[in-house]
């Protein structure tokens, strides 16, 4: 009996793990998601619309309070919609958040992120020609 328990809760966590997972309402700390980078930034504010342009994973967060309110996998065209104004009071507290003082925030990271490419070295800019100095 707790062998096939066992193998049905392992079962369950490769189906989630594999086939994206919904987490809600999970504190966000630097330990557990630094993921949350500017460069990630595609929304914010009381009503998101976001259409991913490959597959990923989108974050919603609320950074005044430090929630993680959403984690979920997303495919390439597919759009998220998020209207703080179509959730009721009772949904803010069990996030924990304040709906007066929130801050959502939308962040995309693709399923395979494109290696950064260094840029070239600037050469020095040439100082501009003076009067007298080879100009007629």
Known sequence: MKRGVLVAVVSVLCVVLLGGCIIIGN???PDNFGQAKEGNRVGGGFNIKFIAPEDGTIHLLDKKSGKNILTESITANTE???SATDL???QYKK???D???A???LYFYPKNPKPMTPMPPM???A???TPGHGIQ
């Open 123 to 125: 050469a020095p800019e």
């Open 27 to 29: 504190e966000v700390k």
């Open 99 to 101: 709906v007066n003082k």
């Open 103 to 105: 801050d959502f925030v």
């Open 127 to 129: 100082p501009a020609p």
């Open 88 to 90: 009721n009071k009772e």
């Open 95 to 97: 996030w924990g958040v």
């Open 80 to 82: 998220y919609r998020f």
